[in-house]
């Protein structure tokens, strides 16, 4: 059934300012990256104190800017901020960083796993502790892929020497995200109250970019033009090494890109039904709402997915079979994908769209591996 009527704006009213508006990759600077390298580090064992409770620890947090770093990175900048901590996000990721990764992993494990072991182990020279949280479950009768709740010991067994701090997130066991990272927090800051407001204030602080974004993309949708929807995970879009490339590649066609991880999340698993009711994983199921609430708004659909991925695999196929009329494109890529064949594939992509435009729409679709 197609979505009818205007599209949800965001709460927020207020029109963000062009840098945040219509462009996923203009993202607010990291406030907290830094090092204060004239604070004195006590070298003391993260997991001793915070299980004792009691002294504050004075360390540097190294966050990698990887998989729920692009969830969850500004609440994570701001919470250690707010508490005095001070915190390094890794640079964008780059050809060492994924060297780095693929050598510590094994071969069969997921592209975005490889970068992001490539960020941790990039970080252990520039941090006391690295974040690696466990997230199994972020709502009941749910789950996240297996890669999110291994994360942890992945890093752990894959480099001997980490020093990780974490915390567990399995909504269906009673461990909430909210309640987890104030538990994490307590390890620095012994006053329960100081980590309470801390917690308010990043949430607030990450609630707010998100929604100048999300609104920034509604917008977007509703402007006149050639418009291509992204669905990716935001670990995949917004990484420099895999999506960045394809959405400056599709931008330089004209296209105006919309990012399906933007849409509100409660709207979109709502609307995910009307695709599927089957599918376990919040992150795709938020997905799949996504291509129902965008797509009477563009003129094609990009998949973006990364080899070798079960849920993306499977979502990507439901998508495709079930979006009768509307062009989309299949990208799987691995860390062997080069730009030439990339650009040639979105370029046709583009040109088959314009060509379509003023047309009624059949079905296309292009799959590329
Ligand atoms: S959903 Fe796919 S790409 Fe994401 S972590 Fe899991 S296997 Fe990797």
């Given at each position: 059934m197609p979505v009818t009527g205007e599209l949800r704006r965001s709460s927020a009213d207020r029109v963000p300012p062009a840098s945040s508006r219509?462009?996923?990759?203009?993202?607010?600077?990291?406030?907290?990256?830094?090092?204060?390298?004239?604070r004195p580090r006590k070298m003391v064992r993260w997991s001793a104190q915070l299980r004792g409770g009691v002294e504050p620890i004075d360390a540097t947090v190294g966050i990698p800017r990887a998989l729920l770093y692009h969830k969850y990175g500004d609440l994570w900048t701001a919470f250690f901020e707010t508490l005095g901590v001070d915190t390094v996000v890794s640079p964008p990721t780059n050809r060492a960083i994924l060297e780095r990764g693929s050598r510590l992993?094994?071969?069969?494990?997921c592209l975005p796993m490889k970068i992001f072991l490539g960020h941790v182990d990039s970080l252990m020279s520039q941090a006391d502790y690295v974040l690696v949280p466990r997230v199994a479950?972020?709502?009941?009768g749910e789950t996240t892929c297996v890669k999110f709740l291994g994360a942890y010991d992945v890093a752990r067994n894959s480099i001997p020497d980490a020093r990780l701090i974490e915390y567990d997130v399995d909504v269906a066991n009673g461990k909430r995200h909210a309640t987890e990272i104030r538990r994490l927090g307590r390890g620095f800051e012994r006053n329960p109250a100081k980590v309470g407001y801390a917690y308010m204030r990043a949430r607030r602080e990450a609630n707010r970019l998100h929604s100048e974004r999300a609104l920034g993309n509604e917008q977007a949708a509703l402007e006149p033009g050639l418009k291509v929807l992204v669905v990716g995970h935001p670990y995949n879009i917004y990484d420099e090494m895999i999506g960045a490339p394809v959405v400056s590649i599709l931008r330089e066609q004209g296209a105006a890109v919309l990012a399906a991880?933007?849409?509100?999340a409660s709207r979109a698993k709502t609307l995910s039904a009307r695709l599927s009711?089957?599918?376990?994983w919040t992150f795709n199921k938020e997905l799949l709402g996504a291509v129902e609430h965008y797509r009477e708004y563009v003129d094609g659909i990009v998949f973006l997915v990364t080899f070798p991925c079960g849920p993306d695999s499977l979502m990507t196929e439901l998508c495709v079979r079930r979006l009768e009329g509307m062009p989309t494109l299949v990208l799987v890529l691995d860390?062997?994908?080069?730009e030439a064949g990339l650009r040639t594939r979105l370029e046709s992509f583009v040109d088959l769209l314009r060509l379509r435009r003023p047309k009624e729409r059949t079905a296309t679709t292009a799959r590329v591996v």
């Open positions: 219509g462009n996923i990759y203009e993202r607010a600077p990291v406030s907290a990256g830094r090092i204060n390298r004239l992993a094994v071969d069969e494990t479950s972020l709502h009941r991880e933007l849409a509100d009711r089957d599918v376990p860390e062997l994908q080069g």
